[in-house]
């Protein structure tokens, strides 16, 4: 489970030492592209106090909008698992797509046709320069593992994500399943 080689389709889990960064601190992400040229990911356990109907007046259904990372935080990123119904989707992996036509897909929202299971929207994205991850793994910022739960990652993934796979890990990880967010606070 431990030690992949970071992959699109694969879950970088935030290393504890990580308490100090803001935006990945607790992080568990997809990553939606890594190539010689860099990585893609999304944040997968952070929502945000917004619906997709605070920030696109064309759809009526409050889906729950997600902190996709530090970059370009101002643009609306998704992820689905029904690329038969939005076209010009990419494939992550296991099931999982990204983007595609969104004027259908608020069409399909709004139709009842996407659920809140099928799709995730994210404010902004992670990425890494093209050794940059590379750099943060070697430093042991991140635990790369399995995505075993392919396209149901959508409904697995919650806030208590990150302490999920550190029970999971195990070993001296299990420790800081239960460990206050700020140590200095304990």
């Given at each position: 489970?431990?030690?992949?080689?970071?992959?699109?389709?694969?879950?970088?889990?935030?290393?504890?030492?990580?308490?100090?960064?803001?935006?990945?601190?607790?992080?568990?992400?997809?990553?939606?592209?890594?190539?010689?040229?860099?990585?893609?990911?999304?944040?997968?356990?952070?929502?945000?106090?917004?619906?997709?109907?605070?920030?696109i007046s064309?759809?009526?259904?409050?889906?729950?909008?997600?902190?996709?990372?530090?970059?370009?935080?101002?643009?609306?990123?998704?992820?689905?698992?029904?690329?038969?119904?939005?076209?010009?989707?990419?494939?992550?992996?296991?099931?999982?797509?990204?983007?595609?036509?969104?004027?259908?897909?608020?069409?399909?929202?709004?139709?009842g046709t996407?659920?809140?299971?099928?799709?995730?929207?994210?404010?902004?994205?992670?990425?890494?320069?093209?050794?940059?991850?590379?750099?943060?793994?070697?430093?042991?910022?991140?635990?790369?593992?399995?995505?075993?739960?392919?396209?149901?990652?959508?409904?697995?993934?919650?806030?208590?994500?990150?302490k999920e796979?550190?029970?999971?890990?195990?070993?001296?990880?299990?420790?800081?399943?239960?460990?206050?967010?700020?140590?200095?606070?304990?």
């Amino acid at each position: 489970m431990v030690g992949h080689k970071p992959k699109k389709g694969k879950l970088l889990v935030a290393e504890p030492s990580l308490t100090g960064d803001v935006s990945f601190n607790r992080s568990v992400v997809l990553l939606a592209e890594h190539n010689k040229e860099g990585s893609v990911g999304f944040i997968l356990n952070k929502p945000l106090d917004y619906t997709i109907c605070d920030l696109i007046s064309d759809i009526t259904i409050p889906f729950q909008v997600f902190n996709g990372g530090p970059v370009e935080q101002d643009n609306l990123y998704f992820i689905h698992k029904v690329p038969h119904l939005i076209e010009d989707s990419v494939e992550i992996s296991d099931g999982i797509f990204w983007g595609g036509n969104f004027e259908r897909t608020v069409e399909l929202i709004n139709n009842g046709t996407i659920t809140e299971q099928d799709i995730r929207f994210f404010l902004g994205y992670s990425g890494w320069g093209s050794s940059q991850l590379d750099q943060e793994l070697s430093s042991k910022s991140w635990i790369v593992v399995q995505n075993e739960y392919e396209s149901g990652i959508l409904e697995k993934s919650s806030i208590a994500f990150w302490k999920e796979k550190m029970v999971e890990l195990g070993g001296d990880y299990l420790l800081w399943s239960n460990a206050p967010e700020n140590p200095s606070l304990n």
